[in-house]
């Protein structure tokens, strides 16, 4: 059974940092791209950043310069390190994982930034 499990989310004041984290189990494939995406109320989901296999990373405008995606790949673990946060960075943050043709989901973990 494939399981990502995120941790890290929170409330915090602006201008303060979490970490964000998301472990892979179950996948039996190789795993390609891993990812966070992020969706405000109202808003349609949108990619936050993504990293592939071998360590190449892409970031919304939105968070380059705060934020940082990085991998450990025999731990199947993406992390996020999320600085500077802005009341516009809340949101559900969703891990994704990409293997082969296979597309995974984990459950979200809310992020608030609010003084």
């Known amino acids: 059974q494939v399981q990502l499990v995120e941790s890290g989310g929170g409330l915090v004041q602006p201008g303060g940092s979490l970490k964000l984290s998301c472990a892979a189990s179950?996948?039996?494939?190789?795993?390609?791209?891993m990812g966070w995406y992020r969706q405000a109320p109202g808003k349609q989901r949108e990619l936050v950043a993504s990293?592939?296999?071998?360590?190449?990373?892409n970031y919304a405008d939105s968070v380059k310069d705060r934020f940082t995606i990085s991998r450990d790949n025999p731990k199947r673990t993406v992390y996020l390190q999320m600085n500077n946060l802005k009341p516009e960075d809340t949101a559900v943050y969703y891990c994704?994982?990409?293997?082969?043709?296979?597309?995974?989901w984990g459950q979200g973990t809310q992020v608030t930034v609010s003084s």
């Open positions: 990293i592939t296999s071998g360590g190449r990373t």
């Open positions: 994704n994982v990409k293997a082969t043709i296979f597309n995974y």
């Open positions: 179950g996948i039996a494939f190789s795993i390609d791209a």
